[in-house]
């Protein structure tokens, strides 16, 4: 079992670093959070370019049909980058309930899987009780839901709830016909799930840079604060933390069960929001300033721990794995 990126995986999330870095999602996802999508819209485009909104799209609808390792390091750099927009489910989770669909969604599929792999079209999906609700359904061009074993089309109504994230609007959907059996339904979710557990250790090891890039300028009693030994420590355990999650991350690519998947959203939630306490506390008052930019991300991580199901939800998971015998190999 592999537990790191290979060196090709590397070199596509470098190259997938820089095109984000050189695309301004900052000023995108201002943007975003103002109810213009076009600019962000123009950052998937460019994902698109890479195949990245095309990773998890089998290759007859013009995609890549990659597989969860790739995934995870897309979509790290994507929370490396605090991308706006319905990650998790545009990349992975409606491509996934779309690649295997019963006679219901089989148009559906022909429609849309070429457009997702293409940029064109950007999907969101409300599942509950993980998804209650669907995120960005007001940018989307396609909302399906799911309950249970079920999927189907859905349709978002008018009323946008706010998140902490001031860049995701959250909306209530209700089916606009008969939910159908969908054999692909549980894997999705799991792959949801997977993929906001890669957005939260993205996130976090932004967190960190920050940190630590803030630490070695920002002078206090004629020196960098970086050199206090509590400021080490603290910052010390965030990259541990991170660094812990990883493998947890990886494993869960390759098994893909309920347990490792949940074990691994819960270390990816953990670790991200110990980065985001030690950000604030390394940057005083500053850090709460918006124009600072470090709010981004804690927001981001503050929404993404509670969505794909909460720490609860997935701790519960784990338990009913381990009190059924599956224990840990």
């Known amino acids: 079992m592999r537990l790191v990126p290979s060196p090709e995986q590397t070199a596509f999330a470098a190259a997938l670093h820089d095109l984000l870095a050189a695309a301004d999602v900052p000023a995108a996802a201002a943007r975003w959070a103002d109810g213009d999508h076009e600019p962000g819209r123009r950052v998937w485009s460019l994902l698109a370019e890479v195949g990245v909104t095309g990773l998890a799209v089998p290759v007859r609808f013009g995609g890549l049909g990659a597989g969860p390792a790739d995934l995870v390091v897309a979509a790290e750099e994507l929370g490396h980058h605090a991308l706006p927009g319905p990650v998790a489910e545009s990349l992975v989770a409606v491509p996934t309930l779309l690649s295997f669909p019963t006679a219901a969604l089989r148009g559906e599929a022909e429609k849309w899987l070429p457009e997702l792999a293409a940029g064109k079209a950007v999907a969101t999906l409300a599942a509950p009780p993980w998804l209650p609700c669907a995120v960005d359904a007001d940018a989307a061009d396609l909302v399906l839901l799911a309950e249970g074993e079920t999927a189907g089309v859905g349709r978002a109504g008018d009323q946008a709830f706010p998140s902490f994230d001031r860049t995701r609007r959250l909306f209530e959907v209700s089916p606009v016909c008969a939910l159908t059996a969908c054999p692909a ?45 509590a400021v080490q420590q603290r910052l010390a355990e965030v990259a541990v933390g991170l660094e812990f999650a990883r493998p947890l991350l990886h494993a869960a690519a390759v098994t893909l069960t309920a347990r490792d998947v949940s074990a691994a959203k819960v270390a990816c939630a953990a670790a991200a929001h110990r980065a985001a306490r030690a950000a604030l506390q390394v940057h005083g008052a500053i850090g709460y300033a918006e124009e600072q930019g470090l709010a981004r991300f804690v927001t981001k991580v503050r929404a993404l721990a509670l969505s794909w199901g909460t720490p609860a939800q997935h701790r519960a998971r784990v338990m009913a794995a381990l009190s059924e015998g599956d224990a840990w190999n």
Not at 193 to 201: E, K, M, S
Not at 213 to 225: M, N, S, V
């Open 185 to 229: 339904a549980g894997r999705a979710l799991d792959l949801g799930a997977l993929v906001c557990a890669a957005q939260l250790l993205g996130a976090g090891r932004a967190l960190l840079e920050a940190a630590v890039t803030h630490a070695r300028t920002r002078e206090q009693f004629g020196g960098p604060i970086g050199r206090f030994q």
